[in-house]
Nanobody, 125 residues
Framework: VQLQASGGGLVQAGDSLRLSCAAS????????VGWFCRAQGKEHVFVAG????????YYADSVKGRFTISRDNAKNMVYLQMNSLKPEDTAVYYC???????????????????WGQGTQVTVSS
């Protein structure tokens, strides 16, 4: 499966952005999706994940109540609505996929085999 992330940009603290992740290719099997971010000089960090059905979601503590992950399987799209953005949210955001029929969302980067190219989010204070 190929992934394409988009929707990043430069915003001010308190603003909102919606990131999109378009999946193509082998999208027939059930796949879960995670969003990760990587700040400059740091490792990838799990942000949010969603099961193949959309019934299960999981968020990093740092974004709970501010970010919402959702998916539209008919369109092979996954979204990350980011509200109340903070300067510390500044990073490149990646969507990643793993084939899984489980309702459990996993947070480890090593479990996701397919990755998009990333989209930059910059939040100014």
């Amino acid at each position: 499966v190929q992934l394409q992330a988009s929707g990043g940009g430069l915003v001010q603290a308190g603003d909102s952005l919606r990131l999109s992740c378009a999946a193509s290719g082998r999208t027939g099997p059930r796949y879960a999706v995670g969003w990760f971010c990587r700040a400059q000089g740091k490792e990838h960090v799990f942000v949010a994940g969603i099961s193949f059905s959309g019934n299960s979601t999981y968020y990093a503590d740092s974004v709970k109540g501010r970010f919402t992950i959702s998916r539209d399987n008919a369109k092979n799209m996954v979204y990350l609505q980011m509200n109340s953005l903070k300067p510390e949210d500044t990073a490149v955001y990646y969507c990643a996929a793993r084939f899984s029929a489980s309702q459990t969302v996993v947070t480890g980067r090593r479990y996701y085999a397919y990755w998009g190219q990333g989209t930059q989010v910059t939040v100014s204070s």
